[in-house]
């Protein structure tokens, strides 16, 4: 078995325009709050009103944006729908917490907690979808989208003419989220989003979205990327990533002068923000470095956007002005690396080619 | 009885977010569930709060709500008749 | 037959013990967990019965050798004794030195300690420290710090299935060469949140719970952690390691049928079934026995019944519900019933399906209601959750 693993379809929905053809290339949506929503499409074209009326956020945009990565596809029934999400279906989770605490413990009503599991969406695209196969949900905070990669890869070795549906969802609720102002994890002072990757204060922003694609081992297929390969570890001092990315491409046999560009997860914390900036600084001086979550925000599914982005790039075989974070010019577009992190947990390494 | 009926319509079409349906769209004698309103049985747990929280009844077995729940019509009539609030 | 996983290690703590070696003397002696709500502050305490363990967070907290202030949530506590007590029984002593991966199961995290101290967030930051508990990853976090792995470390949420999908996906990952050695299985600890929950679904039995039986009335919910430590055959060679069993089948399905409640011919669970006997390369007339999911839900158990008959046919093997032991102990179950059925081959005993008197109508299958002695080869798990999620395991004797 090959092992190989390919991207033929693949959605975002996200804080900025990108269902919206090219539109993210050309327009930017400058956020100005510190905790911000993801930008609806129209759900209804891709649901039904009765199946609706008990979705929360998340979701609608998981149902939606796997339906958008399916359509793209040409696949009508998956092998397998594996979800990643740090948070599941907060908004529901909270409003039932509330309950519980607020009415205590009486009048409450079933369809909340229902909602709350964490694999609702993943459940709720199998019943739309009614598809039977193989269905699992990783709640790794930074690394939950990662991890569900990292299965889709596996079931990609185990069989062959495999299908796979994978995505990152995460939602906004408005109590549980403002708590990380609390704890630091969010800014306390204002910021203009667009700036968030100079920022040197402690904390970040929180935003959703939802990211999902098709992967599969026929290379048959009209693909659009290859996956090289897909890592996570838990935790890691600075110097320990270096030692990991060293490792990563070795493996691959990959050079870092063979890399057109890197997607840092950069985030503006400058508590956190020093594991890129150690590498940006050294091993990848001279590589064109890459920046997105001053535009789509920060959440624990946000990384499965470079994804999307790294897709759109080899696409386009061009950036948008706004996410470069050097000023290196590359004019092909062939090898992607992704990086990101979460306050020094949860990394991740990526290697995407083009096909 | 016909305020009953109106206001239970009213409430099913709140609590159970049923967003593209009008008051005027369920007759009394609809049936709730299957090829009426095409209710299924999470709506029937949130109907069993809604006749405590609002009426004062309390079901203890879910299995009871199959008949209580047939109609708007049979609906207000159980409520009319065990109604403690 | 496939060869399967190896399996060196094991640990549980449950509402019938701290350790393996209790859990098995309260299975053996035939005596459950179940009884009144004492540590959760809930005023459903007299309505339900539960698989509560005994123990408060401090006492926990002394288990571990926590500092006083520390971030567990009970759910993290319980999951640090289990899976210190699985490493300790596989022999290893270098957790962090060769490729570790910690893979854990958890439904709703550290729920217990958000909604304890979710209200009093904004007016004080005395439990600031907490606030990340609101992320069920922070869970295994929590487990993986104390333990000292770093590497590969992931949680599974598929509500009830959880921890027998995180065996099943470490399991897979020794298989393909991408980890050494891995510590799987799963924790849940009560939580107001999840007793409401199950209340809202009018589920929860007000008495003990009886699987399997007619007059079943629903589920007692529990809380648990167990995991199993899983190493590759080039490890259990090199440190000439004591093999305690192996996984050798697994499979995870979907039934596509409802939000919560299972289809009524049992499809999801029945094509778990089928395919995890296809992988252990075995033949249905070759399990010895079966732990059954067995809730005691009306829905469940009927429904698992059904798929049972369609797997087995009329030669349904021996099988129970361990359940009405220890509650349903959410995602923790995939891995508490692991241990049991382990416990199963290793002691040739079949752990009874207690309380259970009369069979269901709509479908009269005999569950083992006595301790018998009898050889066991393989054993075939169950764990289902909501979201239509289906697994099945097979275990065999090494």
Known sequence: MSGKCFINGIAGISAQLTTDGDAFFDDVVEHTELIFRAIDPDYKKYIKPAAMRRMSKSVKMGVTASQMALDQAGIEMPDAIITGTGMGCKQDSEKFLENILHNDEQFLTPTLFIQSTHNTVGGQIALGLNCKAYNVTYVQAAASFEVALMDAKLKLLEKENQHILVGGIDEIAKNSSRLHTLDGHIKSEPLAVIDLLFSTSSGTVTSEGATFMTVTNDSSNKNIAEILDVTIFNQATPEEVEDELKEFMQRNSVEISDLDAVILGTNGDGDFDLYYHKLQQGVFADVQQIGYKHLIGEHHTASAFAYWLGCKIFNKQQLPEIVKMNKKETSSFKTILLYNQYRGKNHSFALLQQC | MADLQLELKEKIIEQLSLEDIEVSDIDDNDPLFGDGLGLDSIDALELIVLLEKDYGIKLKDPKEGKAIFESIGVMAAYIENNRTK | ?398
């Open chain 3, 1 to 398: 037959m496939k060869n399967g996983v190896a399996i060196t290690g094991m640990g549980i703590i449950s509402s019938i013990g701290d350790t393996v070696e209790d859990n098995l003397h309260a299975l053996r002696s035939e005596i459950g967990g179940i009884s009144r709500i004492e540590h959760v502050d809930t005023r459903k305490r007299d309505e339900i019965m539960v698989g509560e363990i005994k123990k408060t967070n401090d006492e926990l907290i002394n288990m571990l050798g926590l500092d006083t202030i520390n971030s567990f949530s009970r759910t993290a506590m319980l999951g640090a004794i289990a899976a210190k007590e699985a490493i300790h029984n596989a022999g290893i002593t270098d957790a962090i030195t060769s490729r570790t991966g910690f893979i854990s199961g958890t439904s709703v995290g550290g729920m217990d300690t958000t909604e304890k101290h979710y209200l009093d967030y904004t007016n004080t930051d005395t439990y600031h420290r907490y606030i990340e508990a609101q992320h069920a990853g922070f869970t295994t976090q929590s487990i993986s710090k104390y333990l000292g792995i770093r590497g590969y470390v992931s949680t599974i949420s598929t509500a009830c299935s959880s921890a027998a999908n995180a065996i099943m996906l470490g399991a897979r990952m020794i298989e393909a060469g991408q980890l050494d050695r891995v510590i799987v299985g799963g924790t849940d600890a009560l939580s107001k949140f999840t007793i409401n929950g199950f209340g809202t679904l009018m589920i929860l039995s007000d008495d003990v719970c009886t699987p399997f039986d007619e007059h079943r009335k629903g589920l007692n919910l529990g809380e648990a952690a167990a995991y199993l430590v899983l190493e590759s055959d080039q490890m259990v060679a090199q440190e000439n390691k004591k093999v305690l069993a192996r996984v050798n089948g697994w499979a995870n399905t979907n039934d596509a049928f409802h939000q919560t409640a299972s289809s009524s011919n049992g499809e999801g669970a029945y094509l778990a079934m089928k395919e995890a006997l296809e992988v252990a390369q075995l033949d249905h007339s070759q399990i010895d026995y079966v732990n059954a999911h067995g809730t005691a839900t009306p829905n469940n158990d009927l429904s698992e019944g059904i798929a049972l008959t369609r797997i087995f046919g009329d030669q349904v093997p021996v099988f129970s519900s361990t359940k009405a032991y220890t509650g349903h102990t959410l995602a923790a179950a995939g891995s508490v019933e692991a241990v049991f059925s382990i416990l199963s081959m290793q002691e040739e005993i079949i752990f009874p399906n207690l309380n259970f008197e009369t069979k269901m109508e709509a479908c009269p299958i005999t569950p083992q209601t006595k301790l018998s002695s009898q050889a066991v080869k393989t054993v075939l798990s169950n764990s289902f959750g909501f979201g239509g999620n289906c697994s099945t395991l097979i275990f065999k004797k090494q």
